[in-house]
């Protein structure tokens, strides 16, 4: 199955093949072979020669939630809603899991560059960072600090 995904304004395409013995995921080319394994909902394990490390990835519509070694990603599909669907995830960050606010690091107004951290998110006892997919000004901020959040509630709103 072949995906177009987009990360702020970067896209890709992602083809996925899995066969009775092995995945095989193609990025723009490049090809892996991955050892992913569901351990929870919306937990995975991914194993690499020896190592192994766990993410989270969950789906609302065609949003694609990642936490990965600390860091939340938010995916977009493009498909037959893309407008509506870009247009909210280029100027919204939203909650990529279940989890409690634990900290917010931005105000209404102030500049923010991408891959600065917004906020930070407690899941199942680990701390987890959102980050300004891109460079620009914070125009509300709808998180609060002790707040439970869900997949895809809007905690920041960017210009």
């Not at 892996?32 to 919306?42: K, W």
């Not at 989270?56 to 407008?83: K, M, P, S």
């Amino acid at each position: 199955m072949t995906r177009r995904l987009s990360f702020g304004d970067v896209r890709f395409e992602v083809v996925v093949r899995s066969g009775s013995d092995r995945l095989e995921v193609s990025v723009d080319g490049r090809t892996f072979s991955p050892d992913v394994s569901q351990i929870a909902p919306g937990r995975f394990r991914l194993r690499q020669d020896e190592r192994g490390e766990t993410f989270d990835c969950v789906r609302n519509g065609e949003t694609i939630h990642v936490f990965w070694r600390g860091v939340a990603y938010t995916l977009t599909e493009e498909g037959a809603t893309r407008r509506t669907a870009q247009r909210h995830a280029s100027n919204s960050l939203t909650s990529p899991m279940p989890g409690k606010v634990i900290k917010v690091n931005v105000e209404p107004g102030q500049h923010v560059a991408r891959g600065e951290e917004i906020l930070v998110i407690e899941a199942m006892k680990m701390e987890n960072a959102v980050r300004a997919p891109r460079d620009g000004r914070v125009l509300a901020v709808a998180a609060k600090v002790g707040e439970s959040v869900n997949p895809g509630v809007v905690l920041v709103e960017l210009e």
